[in-house]
């Protein structure tokens, strides 16, 4: 474990992170990682690669499944010692910032960065292990397009000498990687094709037959991946399955494992310790946990864009399903999103929606002819369903609003 | 309508034109033609297929610079979107869609040549015009108000040969003032993505102009439950 000694100013600046953080938590305005890592990034705008000197880091990114890849790995690398992380999903430098300075000199970090910020947070943390999980479209009032965002991370990684990890399944990830002079390929899936029919090379069609693909106008195509997804479990490098028995649920949740490993296997972790300590991980800030009220056993899971529905609806049992959407700031303020989303697979089931803009999704399902029941808070839900199972799928702050009504379930 | 009797929607280049939602504009057409009784064929033609020419509605979606300028080219080249219009087809389309049926318009800062279906030019604005946007539509449409999203950084200048869609009251639309334009069967709109989900009658006033009949009134309880809660978003 490194001892170096932080330069005064960062010291400084770091107990000011921890004290600012602290005070925000006591006085009960958030988890304070973020009005933390501001204080402290003010005192010493080079605190985060104060602190990050001296550890060896991962960094995770992509549009989808940052929080959890990035909690799997963190249960991967714990093997080796102490790992820092960004656990609540703080994932700008400020964020990274404060989880560095509260965790105080670790070995390991393992940070999921926001895909906007990946350049930035590769120039502060000198990283040894990237992995880019997908690209897709996100909140398209304020996220770059897609194919501008796998320009960036393309033109980031070509400058640097760094060990990448990558989706081998997204076309866009494989284009953004693909310059790096070292990558992994892992096959995690792309359950969504809709931003990425057009080549980000070229701009011909991209042709897709079962897991291949390729460019119909240039050379770009799927790599030969190093670890698949298979059936329950995980293909390594050598050709051995491992199965793989998570308490999170759905295939995209075995797909965040396979990354984990593959990032963990840079580090020397056998694959059977990974993931043992990656079958312990229950829920993710409130995702998949299962909570009890009133007789009904909820899950929350948590989808931001059309991507992460059409997991989700992957996910989720066939049993009552509550929708909840808002689109207060950090949801995005444009609904249009609803219509790039097909919820036929929840046709039959007993569908309940709620949310500030419940009436988007009323109209969004009536023209998909799928009967739903709207409710005007969580409260009444509980309320119309039978004792039993309820599935609740809900956006960013649709969620936080009902984690809140069940006391921040984490 | 076409001879077949069906009601033919083509999507014109979903691989070059649609973003956020687009789809949603061809989903509310045949769903409200379907809730008449209109049979429906909805295609999908993408950029490098010949465009049909015997459709009834073409719609056209948004777009980044590039995409947005191929698909221009390649429309002028196509020819079909022209035979069509001159067939008496309708078009509907939006923010780059609608940009790309004037005279011409600016991508990656480069005046491009549009398919002059509609007397309008577009350049680039100071700034990105993002948000809701709502206007009083042009009375000769005998419509209510337009309620939509924008998200675009084009300013348009109507020519006199089209009629503004709508007097903006809220947002920006073409530059502050008039919002869309519409001439003959054909009309744009910078209300991206699923305009027609907070317009059914405008989705109406489409199938009208395609089908030539009045079309039997539907259970818009709950379109009309999101337009007055955008409406009165904008309003306070
Ligand atoms: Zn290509």
């Not at chain 1, 700031?329 to 790039?340: A, K, M, N, V």
């Not at chain 2, 990105?128 to 449409?141: F, Q, W």
Request: hydrophobic share 40%; aromatic share 6%.
């Amino acid at each position: 474990m490194t001892t170096k000694k932080l330069p005064m100013r960062a010291k400084l600046a770091t107990s000011a992170t921890r004290s600012a953080a602290a005070l925000s938590r006591a006085t009960g305005r958030g988890d304070g990682s973020v009005i933390g890592g501001r204080i402290g990034l003010m005192i010493d705008p080079n605190l985060l690669a104060e602190l990050a000197s001296g550890r060896q880091i991962v960094l995770i990114s992509g549009t989808n499944g940052k929080t959890t890849t990035t909690r799997l790995t963190t249960a991967a690398m714990s093997v080796l010692g102490n790992v820092a992380t960004n656990g609540l999903g703080a994932n700008m430098p400020t964020g990274h910032t404060s989880a560095l300075a509260k965790a105080g000199p670790t070995p390991y970090a393992v940070l999921e960065v926001d895909e906007h910020y990946l350049d930035q947070v590769l120039d502060a943390t000198h990283p040894r292990v990237v992995a880019l999980l997908n690209l897709s479209r996100d909140q398209l009032d304020r996220a770059k397009e897609v194919a501008m965002m796998a320009a960036l991370w393309r033109e980031s990684l070509a400058k640097r000498d760094i060990q990448v990890v990558a989706n081998a399944d997204d076309p866009m990830v494989t284009w953004a990687a693909q310059v790096a002079e070292h990558v992994t390929w892992v096959a995690a899936g792309q359950r969504w094709h809709d931003d990425s029919w057009v080549c980000p090379e070229c701009g011909a069609t991209i042709e897709r037959m079962g897991d291949a693909w390729w460019c119909s106008g240039c050379t770009l195509h799927r790599p030969v991946p190093q670890w698949t997804v298979q059936h329950d479990g995980v293909v390594d490098p050598t050709g051995t399955y491992h199965e793989v028995k998570l308490q999170l649920p759905g295939r995209v949740n075995r797909a965040n494992a396979a990354t984990a490993l593959a990032v963990a296997a840079h580090f020397r972790v056998r694959i059977a310790d990974a993931l043992a300590r990656m079958t312990e991980v229950k829920s993710i800030a409130g995702r998949y946990a299962m909570v009890e009220r009133d007789g009904r056993m909820i899950r929350l899971l948590l989808s931001k864009n059309p991507a992460g529905w059409l997991e989700a609806f992957d996910m989720a049992d066939n049993v009552p399903t509550l929708l909840a959407i808002n689109a207060r700031d950090p949801d995005g303020l444009d609904t249009s999103w609803l219509y790039d989303v097909d919820f036929s697979p929840l046709r039959g089931r007993h569908v309940l929606i709620t949310g500030d803009r419940a009436m988007d999704l009323a109209v969004r399902l009536t023209v998909n002819g799928i009967a739903f029941q709207h409710v005007p808070s969580f409260g009444r839900a509980l309320a119309s369903v039978p004792p039993g199972r309820l599935e609740v799928i809900a956006n960013y702050t649709a969620f936080q609003d009902i984690r809140a009504e069940l006391d921040r379930v984490n | 309508m076409s001879t077949d009797s069906q009601l033919r929607l083509v999507w014109v280049y979903p691989d070059l034109l649609s973003t956020y939602g687009d789809r949603g504009n061809l989903l509310i057409l045949a769903h409200r033609a379907g809730l008449r009784g209109l049979p429906v064929a909805s295609v999908e033609v993408r950029s490098d297929q010949a465009l049909p020419v015997d459709g009834d509605i073409y719609l056209l979606g948004g777009g980044e610079d590039g995409p947005q300028s191929l698909a221009s080219q390649r429309l002028l080249a196509d020819g079909g979107l022209h035979r069509a219009v001159d067939r008496g087809a309708v078009v509907f389309a939006v923010c780059a869609g609608y940009q790309l049926l004037g005279n011409s318009f600016y991508a990656k800062g480069t005046e491009c040549r549009g398919l002059e279906l509609l007397d309008l030019t577009s350049d680039r604005g100071p700034s990105r015009a993002v948000g809701e946007l709502a206007g009083d539509i042009d009375s000769r449409l005998g419509l209510p108000r337009l309620t939509g999203f924008e998200n675009h950084g084009g300013r348009t200048h109507l020519g006199p040969e089209v009629y503004p869609l709508a007097r903006v009251t809220t947002g920006i639309g073409n530059d502050g003032q008039t919002e869309g334009a519409w001439r003959g069967k054909i009309l744009g709109t910078y209300s991206h993505g699923p305009a027609l989900a907070r317009n059914p009658a405008l989705a109406d006033l489409l199938l009208r102009w395609a089908t030539g009949s009045m079309l039997p009134p539907v259970d818009d309880a709950w379109p009309d439950a999101l337009r007055k809660e955008r409406l009165s978003a904008v309003a306070s």
